[in-house]
């Protein structure tokens, strides 16, 4: 076990905390009243995960995360949030006495199913080389191996800046 004011402590330290935003960012995006806050919610869940990527050795992606989603989605849907109406939109009706319940129950079912099966499984080490972050090899990787991902990776960009678009097509009243 090391001890926690070592280099490998403190590394599982800052590890937690990124892990630990990124939850409370998904938690308030997902609770929040306000469109505002629940864009500051994602923001702190996306900068959250790019904390992560920067622990599983990929400073690259970790930047990219931070500059495409934290920043230009994020900023593309606060964007959206200005040029719409200022009024508040109708709440849609009431939910139903046990959604909650049932999607705690739900959620708790299937974070043990997984749990159960991640201490049931014989992990093996990964067996890959080493990359040293090179912004070629990323790049290489992307457009070869990783295309369907990096594809993807657009496809997302295009429904967010469209999404913001719906959002803003009325406009604000004068």
Excluded at 2 to 23: D, E, H, K, N, R
Excluded at 60 to 87: D, K
Excluded at 156 to 167: C, K, Y
Aim: a positive charge; charged letters at 10%; hydrophobic letters at 60%.
């Amino acid at each position: 076990m090391t001890p926690i004011l070592s280099p490998q402590g403190l590394a599982g330290l800052v590890f937690l905390g990124c892990v630990a935003m990124t939850i409370a960012g998904a938690v308030v995006a997902t609770n929040a009243g306000r469109l505002i806050r629940a864009v500051t919610g994602l923001a702190l869940c996306l900068v959250g995960v790019a904390g992560i990527y920067y622990f599983l050795d990929s400073p690259f992606v970790a930047l990219m995360q931070i500059l495409i989603y934290a920043g230009a989605v994020c900023v593309t849907i606060v964007f959206a949030v200005m040029l719409a109406e200022p009024h508040e939109l109708k709440r849609i009706g009431k939910i139903h006495a046990l959604a909650g319940p049932a999607s705690i129950l739900a959620a708790a079912v299937l974070t043990w199913g997984l749990a159960a099966l991640a201490v049931k499984t014989a992990w093996q080490p990964a067996a890959c080389r080493a990359n040293n972050g090179a912004v070629e090899e990323v790049g290489q990787s992307m457009l070869t191996t990783y295309s369907m991902s990096f594809e993807l990776i657009s496809v997302v960009l295009l429904i967010a800046i469209i999404g913001s678009l719906v959002l803003a097509r009325a406009g604000r009243s004068k």
